[in-house]
């Protein structure tokens, strides 16, 4: 069946994803969502955090991509930043998160995910950091960082031995 052929490379990254990942860090709920609008996004279920993923947008990224994206969403809930609710409900009594705050959490979660990938997976890690420069510099909005901005702040944060594989 054509869809289930479709979803298989999501498994394997989540597999992936899983042995990357380090052994004290508690498992991610990770939830297909045919409704999400993007590749993927950590959001606030009734069980708690969860990373949903798009089978259909996540099948357009290279894979490299794809890993990153899901490693980034996790970290978002592995660092504890606030997620929206997946049901769509907003917390009005909610504080307007600063954007510069926000930005901060985009670049922790980056390093997060590419501190996951940098012993296992170098060679993607620059791929990754050469797509975000590729994105240039202008920021998607103002609560997230530039593409320029992210591959300046990973190239930071990753080991000098892939900064130079990176430029
Ligand atoms: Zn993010």
Redesign the pocket.
């Known amino acids: 069946m054509s869809n289930r052929r479709m979803l298989l490379p999501i498994v394997v990254l989540v597999a992936a994803a899983r042995v990357a990942g380090a052994a004290e860090q508690a498992r991610v709920d990770v939830v297909e969502d045919l409704n999400l609008p993007s590749a993927a ?2 959001l606030l279920d009734s069980g708690g955090p969860a990373v949903h993923y798009n089978p259909l947008l996540i099948a357009r990224l290279p894979s490299w991509l794809a890993l990153f994206a899901m490693l ?2 996790e ?2 809930v592995h660092l504890g ?1 606030p997620l929206q609710r997946a049901d769509g409900v907003v917390d009005a009594g909610a504080p307007v998160a600063d954007p510069v705050v926000r930005r901060g ?2 670049f922790a ?2 390093c997060a995910a590419a501190s996951r990938l940098e012993e296992q997976a170098p060679g993607v890690l620059a791929f990754i950091i050469a797509y975000f420069r590729g994105l240039g510099d202008e920021r998607p909005s103002e609560a ?1 960082p530039a593409g320029t901005e992210r591959a300046r702040s990973l190239a930071g944060c990753v080991k000098s031995s892939i900064r130079r594989i990176a430029h």
Request: aromatic content about 0%; proline content about 0%.
């Open positions: 996004r950590a980034h969403e970290a978002h930043h959490q985009e979660a980056d997230l």
